[in-house]
């Protein structure tokens, strides 16, 4: 069964807008892992407009009896900050998205090409060297996975966006197609294979029959909007239900 790790970007962005402190981040990491996830999400971007920088090393040491089997998963772009951040928790995966600062979300994945490979090729090196895990955000692309093993990383993770938006329109066919190729030929090439953005309760279960071999699906805004309905800690479990109920490996 793919692993959930629960993004908590959407509620760190709800604590900041007042100066109380609630909803706790830490707190939250607590109850999601109290309800079943396997993991948790952060993205620490450098205008900490959700996941504030200091916000990492409290959940760090709050999992820190849950480590490895409850993974923390820090992405972000690979600049220096981001880098000195992964130095000082060494969490167990580290997603790089090639979005830089200003971008709203990420949106479009790594290309691997002559204008991503100088800054992707060595922050995957330094991350490979302090322990973690190394995955590449990518596009639903089997074109692109191609160049991942050179680069060293460990997996990739698809960029579902197109995906949800295609589902929500209610012809998802080409879409779902596309990312079931480029996780069949991922797993071909022995690559980790995740996926994320816009996943929900009605879009998992088709990707999740399509790909077979998914590892973890990090869902975060999603899982937030549904909680607002049905509770945080019945999301995470109807997350988790959802996501045995689809099979996978």
């Given at each position: 069964?793919?692993?959930?790790?629960?993004?908590?970007?959407?509620?760190?962005?709800?604590?900041?807008?007042?100066?109380t402190?609630?909803?706790d981040v830490?707190?939250?990491?607590?109850?999601?892992?109290?309800?079943?996830?396997?993991?948790?999400?952060?993205?620490?971007?450098?205008?900490?407009?959700?996941?504030?920088?200091?916000?990492?090393?409290?959940?760090?040491?709050?999992?820190?009896?849950?480590?490895?089997?409850?993974e923390?998963?820090?992405?972000?772009?690979?600049?220096?900050?981001?880098?000195?951040?992964?130095?000082?928790?060494?969490?167990?995966?580290?997603?790089?998205?090639?979005?830089?600062?200003?971008?709203?979300?990420?949106?479009?994945?790594?290309?691997?090409?002559?204008?991503?490979?100088?800054?992707?090729?060595?922050?995957?090196?330094?991350?490979?060297?302090?322990?973690?895990?190394?995955?590449?955000?990518?596009?639903?692309?089997?074109?692109?996975?191609?160049?991942?093993?050179?680069?060293?990383?460990?997996?990739?993770?698809?960029?579902?966006?197109?995906?949800?938006?295609?589902?929500?329109?209610?012809?998802?066919?080409?879409?779902?197609?596309a990312?079931?190729?480029?996780?069949?030929?991922?797993?071909?090439?022995?690559?980790?294979v995740?996926a994320?953005?816009?996943?929900?309760?009605?879009?998992?279960?088709?990707?999740?029959?399509?790909?077979?071999?998914?590892?973890?699906?990090?869902?975060?805004?999603?899982?937030?909007?549904?909680?607002l309905?049905?509770?945080?800690?019945?999301?995470?479990?109807?997350?988790?239900?959802?996501?045995?109920?689809?099979?996978?490996?």
């Amino acid at each position: 069964m793919a692993r959930l790790s629960v993004n908590l970007n959407k509620i760190a962005l709800l604590r900041n807008s007042r100066r109380t402190g609630v909803p706790d981040v830490v707190e939250f990491g607590r109850l999601a892992r109290e309800a079943g996830a396997d993991g948790l999400t952060v993205h620490p971007r450098p205008d900490e407009r959700h996941i504030r920088r200091s916000d990492v090393p409290a959940l760090a040491e709050l999992m820190r009896p849950w480590r490895p089997g409850c993974e923390l998963n820090i992405e972000g772009y690979p600049d220096e900050r981001l880098m000195e951040i992964v130095r000082e928790v060494r969490p167990e995966q580290c997603t790089l998205v090639p979005d830089g600062p200003g971008v709203l979300t990420s949106e479009e994945g790594w290309k691997l090409d002559n204008h991503d490979t100088p800054v992707a090729l060595p922050a995957v090196a330094a991350l490979r060297q302090l322990g973690c895990r190394v995955i590449l955000f990518v596009d639903p692309d089997p074109g692109v996975v191609e160049r991942v093993p050179a680069s060293g990383a460990d997996g990739i993770e698809i960029y579902t966006g197109n995906y949800a938006a295609a589902f929500r329109a209610g012809d998802a066919t080409a879409q779902l197609r596309a990312c079931a190729e480029t996780a069949a030929r991922a797993a071909a090439l022995g690559l980790m294979v995740n996926a994320g953005h816009d996943l929900n309760l009605h879009n998992l279960p088709d990707l999740v029959r399509a790909i077979p071999r998914l590892a973890e699906a990090s869902i975060g805004h999603e899982l937030t909007a549904d909680a607002l309905v049905m509770g945080f800690t019945a999301a995470v479990r109807a997350y988790k239900t959802t996501l045995a109920a689809s099979g996978g490996d």
